[in-house]
């Protein structure tokens, strides 16, 4: 089934007094009420799992595998803590699921994050969230197949740069091949919440120690950049990455600098270091969004190349906690261009009564499609749910058109991750996260949903 396209969506230039005149706008104007075109893809809707949840720092989250089968492959954290894996079969329609490690950590950031080894083999890797444990990795046994795996390793120890004040710790998990250095990269959040790496030279057998590779300025305790990591599977990383966590920063601006051939680079080529040498000051990569010129405080959520390895930026900004406004950053040849997509509205956790929301930054959240850029995933609030809706641009982002995939629900659709490796024509592109019930993320009762296009 084709979901048909509805209104265009003007491109608009980013400026501080702009900025707050269309907030106002749109809350008059184009609140839920005013959207009536929209067309339901309920038929296509199904449940992957009925009991999961995950963050949107550990990714891949989604892989589709085009091998002996045709399956998309997923992982998530269920609400007792148990770390699983599962995959859809696109011929027989089926479903599988593989308890991966039981009460590991009941807390969404624990969710896996998903490559497959060139012969096949699907590896995990996953840690529990700012504990001291290291990073997980579990390999399948066979091909393709989730239900034998070798034992489960630690891999990406952290290095010894920093200890205090917050530790030698471990939280997120991103994994990143490239086919030109037959070298696997591992990045994750390390001691004192900075991001670090470790590499593998022989299939994910041995790892470096891990190494700091980003570092703020140490204004507070525990300042940790958050940092969103895509590549050309070839020869070049991306990261798009803030100065701290929006709840501790008064301005959170986003960045972007990108590793080939073992050296950190600004979008118009210019060299800022070498890859383990002194980390990178976030000031020294490129500024793509400036808080402090903007006046909102900002997060990033995905980061993808288009077809000319341009860097595409999809962040959120927040004029106030109750504002999530969904932007994109975009390169265009010789500088940075930034358009607004929506107001989304509030955070989406159910705040208990009488109690102030601890996370007034959890948005319901967008993903680009890393195989169209000119294809977004978000989740926006309407009519007093958060809808997932894809979101399609054919001028590069200056006009969009929306339409559903979820309408009329009864709850909260949130977290969407357009699935990777699914080219045009796949007919499925995206899962997401579906709550019965979110007040923390330790506190949830969630469904890993997914849309297959009949």
Known sequence: MKIPLTFPIPYLPMTRSFIYLFIAVLSLQCGPSKIQSFETADPGIRTLSND???????????????????????????????????????????FKHHLLMEEFDKDDHANPALIFDKDGMLMVFYARHSEKEGIHLSKSKSAEEIDEWEEVRIVGKNGLEITEPFGDRYTYANVIYLSEEDRYYLFWRSSDGKP??????????????????IMPEPTYKFRRPYVKVTSNDRDKIGFAFTDGHPRNEENNSIYYMYLKSGNFYKNDGS???????????????????????????????????????????????????????????????SHWENSILINSGSWFPGTPKDQIEPEPNY???????????????????????????????????KTWQSSAVTKHSTQNNIRPFAVRNASEG???????????RYEHYTKYDSEIQMFVEE
């Not at 399956?71 to 599962?86: A, L, M």
């Open 426 to 436: 796949n007919p499925l592109q995206v899962l997401w996260m579906s709550n019965r």
């Open 271 to 333: 060299m800022i270091r070498s890859l383990g040498e002194e980390p990178i000051i976030p000031e020294e990569a490129d500024k793509v969004y400036d808080a402090t010129n903007e006046g909102a405080k900002a997060w990033i959520w995905d980061l993808a190349f288009d077809e000319e390895e341009r860097p595409v930026l999809a962040y959120v900004r927040f004029p106030t906690d109750e504002d999530h406004v969904y932007c994109i950053g975009r390169w265009n040849e």
């Open 196 to 213: 670090t790496y470790s590499v593998s030279q022989d299939g994910g057998g041995t790892w470096t120690p891990g190494k700091v590779f």
């Open 52 to 94: 999961g949840a995950w963050c949107w720092f550990s990714d891949p989250r989604a892989v589709y595998y085009n091998g002996t089968y045709r399956r998309t492959y997923t992982g998530w954290v269920d609400s007792e803590g148990n770390i699983r894996v599962g995959y859809y079969d696109h011929d027989s329609g089926a």
């Open 363 to 397: 948005s319901g959240g967008l993903s680009i499609d890393q195989e169209d850029t000119n294809t977004i995933y978000l989740s926006v609030h309407r009519k007093g749910v958060f809808e997932i809706e894809k979101w399609q641009s054919n001028d590069g982002g």
